[in-house]
């Protein structure tokens, strides 16, 4: 049994009282909108090279404590270091113990790419045995298969993948995009990403899958052309690497980028049409695939 303390706060303290509250002996610390649900709910995206956003100025702190911890004084503790003058109105709820594993498989089915392409966790059977089934569990790498730029990046690849052509994932994360490229028939496949354990990560999946793919860090040089290069990244390091993924696509090869917003896709043609012209191929709940084909 545990103990979830919520408390109010607001931006400028939200995260002092989180850190506070971790020292005081919670085992876990979050932050919600404490107005999410609301009009006034404010969601929040980040992009390398942006300035982080604030905290929400109405913000819950979630803290879950051992349920014979001292929470009361644990709390005047917190409250104190972070500079209320009294503790802050909060409400208590018990935590059941349950089979967290058995919950968090719960939570993640087999993911329908197209009639052909599934992605099935371990714990599952394939709902379709004779369709290309990829073995994927959650982990630290991006890329279950469940986000829409991930979906739509997936779609792209068993529309104009061909036997033998040639395939570069770059950011490959969990290396999704890279298995389904060699489950699908490619030849050479090659997966980068800037994350040493993302490639790890994406290692360990290829060789569940038992494809080859050659994987390596972006800081290591590659210089060679592909077929086709597929890259679910943001619009920011998308525009920064314009001329680097470009030369990576050799002449009439294709290129497809995800991990755009229906809002950002004009900055990153933009950015991309010395090289490919590049259009808008897919939509998904606000996302986009832009794809163009190399002169």
Same mark, same amino acid.
């Given at each position: 049994?545990w103990?979830?303390?919520?408390i109010?706060?607001?931006?400028?303290?939200?995260? %002092?009282?989180?850190?506070? +509250?971790?020292?005081?002996?919670?085992?876990? =610390?979050?932050?919600?909108?404490?107005?999410a649900?609301?009009d #006034? &709910?404010r969601?929040?995206?980040?992009?390398p090279g942006?300035?982080p #956003?604030? +905290?929400?100025?109405?913000?819950?702190v979630?803290a879950?404590f051992d349920?014979?911890a001292?929470?009361?004084?644990a709390?005047?503790?917190?409250?104190?270091?972070v500079?209320f003058?009294?503790?802050?109105?909060?409400?208590l &709820?018990?935590?059941?113990?349950q089979?967290?594993?058995q919950?968090t498989?719960? %939570?993640?089915?087999?993911?329908?790419?197209?009639?052909? !392409?599934?992605?099935v966790?371990?714990?599952?059977?394939?709902?379709?045995?004779d369709?290309?089934?990829? #073995?994927?569990?959650?982990?630290?790498?991006?890329?279950?298969?469940?986000h829409?730029?991930?979906? !739509?990046? +997936? &779609?792209w690849? &068993?529309a104009v993948?061909?036997?033998?052509?040639?395939?570069?994932?770059?950011?490959c994360?969990?290396?999704?995009l890279a298995i389904?490229?060699?489950?699908?028939?490619?030849g050479r496949? *090659?997966?980068v990403?800037?994350?040493?354990?993302?490639?790890? *990560? *994406?290692?360990?999946n290829a060789?569940?899958?038992?494809?080859?793919?050659?994987?390596?860090?972006?800081a290591?040089?590659?210089?060679?052309?592909?077929? !086709?290069v597929?890259?679910?990244?943001l619009?920011?390091p998308?525009? =920064?690497?314009?001329p680097a993924?470009?030369a990576?696509?050799?002449?009439?090869?294709?290129? *497809?980028?995800?991990?755009?917003?229906?809002?950002?896709?004009?900055q =990153?043609?933009? #950015?991309?049409?010395?090289?490919?012209?590049?259009?808008?191929?897919k939509?998904?709940?606000?996302?986009a695939? +832009?794809?163009?084909?190399?002169?």
């Amino acid at each position: 049994m545990w103990i979830n303390v919520t408390i109010l706060a607001d931006a400028n303290r939200a995260e %002092q009282l989180s850190d506070a +509250l971790m020292d005081e002996g919670a085992l876990s =610390v979050s932050i919600e909108d404490a107005d999410a649900g609301t009009d #006034a &709910e404010r969601p929040q995206f980040g992009e390398p090279g942006m300035a982080p #956003a604030s +905290l929400w100025d109405h913000s819950r702190v979630l803290a879950l404590f051992d349920k014979n911890a001292d929470i009361t004084s644990a709390l005047a503790r917190a409250s104190g270091a972070v500079g209320f003058e009294q503790v802050p109105s909060f409400t208590l &709820e018990d935590v059941a113990e349950q089979n967290w594993v058995q919950l968090t498989q719960s %939570q993640f089915d087999p993911i329908r790419i197209t009639d052909r !392409l599934w992605i099935v966790p371990s714990w599952h059977e394939a709902p379709n045995p004779d369709a290309i089934n990829i #073995a994927l569990d959650p982990g630290m790498a991006f890329g279950t298969g469940s986000h829409p730029t991930t979906q !739509l990046c +997936l &779609e792209w690849l &068993e529309a104009v993948v061909t036997p033998g052509a040639t395939v570069l994932d770059y950011g490959c994360g969990s290396g999704i995009l890279a298995i389904a490229a060699s489950r699908l028939g490619a030849g050479r496949v *090659a997966g980068v990403d800037i994350d040493e354990k993302a490639v790890d *990560a *994406a290692r360990d999946n290829a060789e569940r899958n038992q494809v080859n793919i050659e994987l390596q860090i972006s800081a290591k040089p590659l210089t060679d052309q592909f077929d !086709l290069v597929v890259a679910n990244i943001l619009t920011n390091p998308l525009c =920064v690497l314009a001329p680097a993924l470009c030369a990576h696509v050799a002449p009439g090869g294709q290129l *497809a980028l995800s991990g755009v917003l229906d809002t950002q896709t004009q900055q =990153v043609i933009d #950015a991309y049409a010395p090289w490919i012209a590049l259009k808008v191929g897919k939509t998904h709940d606000g996302w986009a695939r +832009l794809e163009g084909t190399k002169p």
